[in-house]
């Protein structure tokens, strides 16, 4: 695709919100963006890898070899790719056209607006004919329904991934914050103690602490909004180490294969243990991706263009294909492929999993026209 404008059909951040193309009289003159097919392509590897994370179950991967506990690893925590493109997008986007207030709305009618809406059925499937024990009693111990409904809002707890958006908000509520670090030039001085700090708080138990997520999760923010304000020294930087990058990232996955097992080391904010060796695997790997998208920034490629489109609608719309059948059928052994999975049979239940939610948000999208927006984020 040749390089064109910013305007109000595309997306910013990793949603697809519009484009705020208002200038607020305080910030710098409005200069026009380039649409940068890089990033797009990115933020639709990035959902693919989101999906993939909440289809190994269905697909029969038990992980239990060396082999099984690297690929898992490389393959988890894709929430990485989101967020760093998220921060990327906040600046590209927002920096000269920035209002604060018209951010938020937008952010609350088109983020946590459809949240809300597509929770809500399971809420109320959770306080009535739920799992036993129900979740909110087994996790916090919650009996009154205004109290517990109060949980899975807050917690994300309603639906497998919902746990990014109340994280979410907090992170757009920053985003003041992160314009005064953008203005004084300290992005990077505030993002590198605080990667050191989520190093050590890791993620949360179960996603349910949506402030330790962001502690996790700011400075890769930061890293983004930094990646976008100084792509003159980051792309040159990333095309001449990607190689170098991918070969400490994969170290990184096989040593915690060796030593720390597989996946996210959720725990407790304060408990002391190991260092989360995957955080910084994930930003390598994000950057190496970086670097091989940008050699082929002329070419738009569609598949991921369209994928890049309904990204948040595919966010929204999958846990209801993968959650459903281990909460209500208390088994994720949908095909009957227990111990039969790998890594291959993970990437066809994804691919399987996008197609399917790709054209329920297309439906919806018909059928609700610019309202659909309401409901799915699209």
């Known amino acids: 695709m040749v390089e064109k404008k910013m305007d109000e059909t595309k997306t910013d951040e990793t949603t697809t919100q519009p484009v705020d193309t208002h200038d607020s009289a305080t910030t710098a003159p409005k200069k026009p963006k380039a649409f940068l097919n890089s990033i797009n392509h990115?933020?639709?590897?990035?959902?693919?890898?989101?999906?993939?994370?909440?289809?190994?179950?269905?697909?029969?991967?038990?992980?239990?070899?060396?082999?099984?506990?690297?690929?898992?690893?490389?393959?988890?925590?894709?929430?990485?790719?989101?967020?760093f493109i998220s921060g990327f997008l906040f600046h590209h986007v927002f920096y000269h056209r920035w209002d604060y207030k018209k951010y938020m709305k937008n952010k609350t009618k088109f983020v946590f607006l459809p949240y809300l809406l597509l929770s809500l059925p399971w809420i109320v499937w959770h306080l009535t004919v739920g799992t036993d024990p129900m979740m909110h009693k087994e996790m916090a111990d919650i009996s009154g329904p205004a109290a517990a409904a109060s949980w899975y809002v807050i917690t994300g707890r309603t639906l497998t991934a919902y746990w990014y958006i109340p994280m979410g908000m907090m992170l757009f509520a920053l985003s003041p914050w992160v314009m005064q670090l953008i203005k004084k030039q300290q992005v990077l001085y505030y993002a590198i103690p605080m990667l050191l700090i989520a190093i050590m708080v890791h993620r949360p138990i179960s996603n349910l602490n949506a402030i330790q997520s962001l502690v996790y999760f700011l400075p890769v923010y930061l890293l983004g909004v930094w990646g976008?304000?100084?792509?003159?020294?980051?792309?040159?930087?990333?095309?001449?180490?990607?190689?170098a990058m991918l070969l400490t990232g994969i170290a990184l996955a096989l040593i915690q294969a060796q030593f720390f097992g597989a996946g996210t080391l959720n725990k407790e904010p304060f408990e002391m243990t190991?260092?989360?060796?995957?955080?910084?695997?994930?930003?390598?790997?994000?950057?190496?991706?970086?670097?091989?998208?940008?050699?082929?920034?002329?070419?738009?490629?569609?598949p991921l263009q369209k994928l890049a489109e309904v990204s948040f609608a595919i966010y929204f719309i999958h846990p209801w294909i993968t959650?459903?059948?281990?909460?209500?059928?208390?088994?994720?052994d949908l095909f009957g492929l227990a111990n039969q999975g790998n890594i291959f049979t993970t990437l066809l239940v994804t691919l399987a999993v996008v197609a399917i939610s790709y054209l329920i948000a297309i439906i919806i999208k018909k059928l609700l026209s610019k309202r659909s927006r309401y409901l799915i984020g699209w």
Not at 47 to 76: Q, S
Not at 276 to 295: C, H
Not at 323 to 332: Q, V
Request: include cysteine.
């Open 42 to 83: 990115f933020r639709g590897i990035a959902i693919i890898f989101i999906v993939m994370a909440h289809c190994y179950r269905p697909a029969g991967w038990e992980i239990e070899t060396f082999a099984d506990k690297a690929w898992f690893n490389l393959m988890m925590n894709g929430t990485v790719f989101f967020v």
């Open 274 to 302: 190991v260092p989360d060796l995957m955080l910084p695997q994930k930003i390598l790997l994000t950057l190496v991706i970086l670097a091989i998208l940008n050699k082929f920034e002329h070419i738009s490629i569609a």
């Open 323 to 332: 959650t459903p059948w281990w909460m209500i059928y208390d088994s994720p």
């Open 228 to 243: 976008s304000a100084h792509r003159d020294k980051l792309f040159p930087f990333i095309d001449k180490y990607w190689l």
